[in-house]
C-alpha cells in the first residue's frame, strides 16, 4: 500500500489542525494504520494507532484527549484530528501501515510509510 499523508501547516498554540493520508490500493481496510511524528532533533515517535476496523484505537499518553485518529475505508483514508495544539506538537507527522496482528507502537512494526507532513505549532 502507498501512503500520502497532507494537511500539515502553521497553527497558533490552542488551535486545531486535520492531517489525512490517502492510501493506494482496494486492500486498505485490511491494515491497520497509525500516526508518528518526529520533533527536531528527536526520535520518531508513535502518536496514536487504529484498527483495520475502525473500531480500536490507541494513543499516547502525551496526545490523549487532544488528539482524535479515524479512518474511512470507503474513501481509503486515515485521518488525525488535533485539537488543543501545542508548541511541543511541532513534528512532521507520518502516517504508516501495517499488515499483521495487533496495534503497534513501535515504527519497525509498520512496513509501509508515507513521506510526512510538517505541522509547526507557534506560541
Known amino acids: ?14 488551535g486545531s489542525l486535520r492531517l489525512s493520508c490517502a492510501a493506494s490500493g482496494r486492500t486498505f481496510s485490511r ?8 520533533a527536531p532533533g528527536k ?4 502518536v496514536a494507532a487504529i484498527g483495520w476496523s ?15 485518529i479515524s479512518r474511512d475505508n470507503a474513501k ?3 485521518y488525525l484530528q488535533m485539537n488543543s495544539l501545542k508548541p511541543e506538537d511541532t513534528a512532521v507527522y ?3 501501515a501495517k499488515g499483521d496482528y495487533g496495534l503497534g507502537t513501535r515504527t519497525y512494526e509498520y512496513a509501509y510509510w508515507g513521506q510526512g507532513t510538517l505541522v509547526t505549532v507557534s506560541s
Open 1 to 14: 500500500v502507498q501512503l500520502q499523508a497532507s494537511g500539515g501547516g502553521l497553527v497558533q498554540a490552542g
Open 31 to 38: 491494515y491497520h494504520m497509525a500516526w508518528f511524528r518526529r
Open 43 to 46: 526520535e520518531r515517535e508513535f
Open 54 to 68: 475502525g473500531t480500536s484505537t490507541y494513543y499516547a499518553e502525551s496526545v490523549k484527549g487532544r488528539f482524535a
Open 76 to 78: 481509503v483514508t486515515l
Open 94 to 96: 507520518y502516517c504508516a
